[in-house]
């Protein structure tokens, strides 16, 4: 069964910096693009940013230059690095893992995946 297991959110100052990770485990073969998105309260998920298995990143605008995604393939780890955090950061922090290829016993398969969330908040 495959599983994203998202770590490091919390509260942080005006300022501050904050190390998100996450991990997909499970009987992986590869996963095309892993990537962060992010939703604030009654509103639908927004992109932060993306990393694909070839190297490429993709940013939203208003991430660039403050935050940077990185990633460990052969840990299937995603990493998002987020410096001088706003208040207007604080929201919920979802990992994404498209392309993700799986085998089990008798086949192998493939799908989109998506971790349980983690909370930033930013506040004084």
């Known amino acids: 069964q495959v599983q994203l297991v998202e770590s490091g959110g919390g509260l942080v100052q005006p300022g501050g910096s904050l190390k998100l990770s996450c991990a997909a485990s499970?009987?992986?073969?590869?996963?095309?693009?892993m990537g962060w998105y992010r939703q604030f309260p009654g509103k639908q998920r927004e992109l932060v940013a993306t990393?694909?298995?070839?190297?490429?990143?993709n940013y939203a605008d208003s991430m660039k230059g403050r935050f940077t995604i990185s990633r460990d393939n052969a840990k299937s780890t995603v990493y998002l690095q987020m410096n001088s955090l706003k208040p207007e950061d604080t929201a919920v922090y979802y990992c994404?893992?498209?392309?993700?290829?799986?085998?089990?016993?008798?086949?192998?398969?493939?799908?989109?995946?998506w971790g349980q969330g983690t909370q930033v908040t930013v506040s004084s």
């Open positions: 990393f694909t298995s070839t190297g490429s990143t």
């Open positions: 499970g009987s992986i073969l590869s996963i095309t693009v």
């Open positions: 994404n893992a498209e392309g993700l290829r799986y085998y089990t016993s008798s086949s192998t398969g493939e799908g989109t995946y």
